[in-house]
């Protein structure tokens, strides 16, 4: 494959992601795995994996490296990214992490428990009309303007000297100022309110550290907060599937990872039929 495009994409570096990765590397398909950085996985803040077999007593930490080992001794390629928009178009899916687009005949979900934040007032209304979700991807575009940086993960730091780096003049709020803020506009965004004050701005980036499968798709089936899927792990759009925790509950290393396979299966079932 080139550097961007694979026959199955999976998003998501978790026990999920990797099993699924595993066996889609497995069955001859080519793969990338794409997400956040897997230490920021829940896995990693386990002290002692109690109930995965053969596993006893060791770390959370310890079992992601051991997985991520497993992924470079065979090969498949991982890239660190925040994963920000998918698009479906021709049978394919362009997958935008950062500022690189890659594209895959069929994805695997596998971002773990989705996060239940509610979306900032005005943010899903002027998505793409001045309010962005990454800062790397579209800071260009407010290059010598105010922009406010709603920081409600812990990349609001970095990313603020990123557009200030480039030019922007940056307000930056942190994850207790930026809850409550409301972002204002009718056509495109031109203020935000935060604690009160109304700041006159022409961009505003609300940053979290991972962007939900639900606001990723739109269209997406869900179930009880969940993605919803059949028994073999397909989710609501062709092409589609996921796995691991934001399936549903129990939330355990052992669903996930035995639901990364079948969803790989089913992925490469799915493309075997496609391409008949
Ligand atoms: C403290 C603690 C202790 C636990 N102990 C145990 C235990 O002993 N035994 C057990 O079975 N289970 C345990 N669990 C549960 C276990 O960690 C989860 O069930 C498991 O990690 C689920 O794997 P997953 O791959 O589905 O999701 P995750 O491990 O959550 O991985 C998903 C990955 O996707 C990334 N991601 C999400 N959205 C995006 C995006 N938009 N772009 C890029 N990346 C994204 C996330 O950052 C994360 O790295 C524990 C959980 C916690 C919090």
Redesign the pocket.
């Known amino acids: 494959m080139d550097g961007s495009a694979c026959d199955i994409l999976i ?8 099993s699924a990765a595993l066996t889609a590397h497995a069955r001859g398909r080519t793969v990338l795995v ?5 230490m ?4 990693a ?2 002290e ?5 077999p053969g596993l006893a007593g060791m770390s ?1 930490r310890d079992l992601l490296s051991a997985m991520l080992g497993d992924l470079e001794r065979a090969g498949i390629k991982r890239v660190t ?4 928009g998918v698009v479906s178009f021709g049978g394919r899916f362009m997958v935008s ?1 950062e500022q690189d687009v890659y594209q895959a005949g069929a994805l695997i979900l ?4 989705q996060q239940r934040a509610k979306p900032i007032p005005g943010e899903t209304e002027l998505l793409g009309r001045g309010v962005s979700w990454c800062a790397t991807c579209d800071g260009m575009l407010y290059r010598g303007k105010r922009v406010a940086v709603l920081s409600l993960g812990g990349e609001g730091e970095r990313d603020a000297a990123f557009l200030r780096s480039i030019g922007c003049d940056v307000l930056c709020f942190d994850p207790t100022q930026a809850k409550n803020a409301q972002i204002e506009g009718t056509d495109r965004v031109t203020a935000v309110t935060v604690g009160g004050k109304k700041h006159a701005v022409a961009g505003v980036f609300v940053l979290r ?4 499968a639900s606001a ?1 798709l739109p269209g997406l089936a869900m179930r009880d907060g969940h993605v919803a899927v059949d028994g073999d792990m397909a989710a609501s759009i062709p092409g589609v599937f996921a ?4 399936v549903g509950r129990p ?6 990872v035995g639901q ?1 396979n079948t969803a790989a299966l089913a992925a490469d079932g799915y493309l075997k039929e496609r391409d008949k």
């Open positions: 998003l998501g570096a978790g026990p999920a992601g990797i794409l997400g956040a950085d897997p920021a996985s829940p896995l803040r386990a002692r994996i109690g109930n995965y959370g990214g925040r994963v920000t992490a596998a971002m773990g428990a550290d991972t962007v939900a990723l796995a691991g925790d934001c939330y355990q290393i052992a669903r996930a990364g």
